[in-house]
């Protein structure tokens, strides 16, 4: 079982920087995809950087390529999420998440992630 814990959250000025954590309290999640995602009041989950097991290859969603970072360290059993050049519409609960490794493609899709965080929120004023 992989459970996973999200930290690093909090209240930012936009054109500042954050960087989310997610480990797994379980089982090592080394041998998984592993996903970030995000929801905003009122809005669908979506999706916002996936990294392989690997971490050979990274994905990210449009509106935050340029400023956002996915990696990990296996060492540490973690994944990152770095943000920088932070802005209000990134504003919302974001939730790391983790899939088993034998299927690649459809990163920004939620059902093929098995194993997700409780989430930690995000919050950037203008």
């Known amino acids: 079982q992989v459970q996973l814990v999200e930290s690093g959250g909090g209240l930012v000025q936009a054109g500042g920087s954050l960087r989310l954590s997610c480990a797994s309290s379980?089982?090592?999640?080394?041998?998984?995809?592993v996903g970030w995602f995000r929801q905003a009041p009122g809005k669908e989950r979506e999706f916002v950087a996936a990294?392989?097991?690997?971490?050979?290859?990274?994905y990210l969603t449009n509106s935050v390529k340029g400023r956002f970072t996915i990696s990990r360290d296996t060492a540490k059993n973690a994944v990152y999420l770095q943000m920088n050049r932070l802005e209000p519409g990134d504003t919302a609960v974001y939730y790391c998440?983790?899939?088993?490794?034998?299927?690649?493609?459809?990163?920004?899709?939620?059902?093929?992630?098995?194993?997700w965080g409780q989430g930690t929120q995000v919050t950037v004023s203008s």
């Open positions: 998440a983790a899939r088993e490794r034998q299927r690649l493609g459809d990163w920004g899709t939620p059902r093929l992630y098995a194993y």
């Open positions: 990294i392989t097991w690997t971490g050979d290859y990274t």
């Open positions: 379980g089982r090592t999640f080394s041998a998984y995809h």
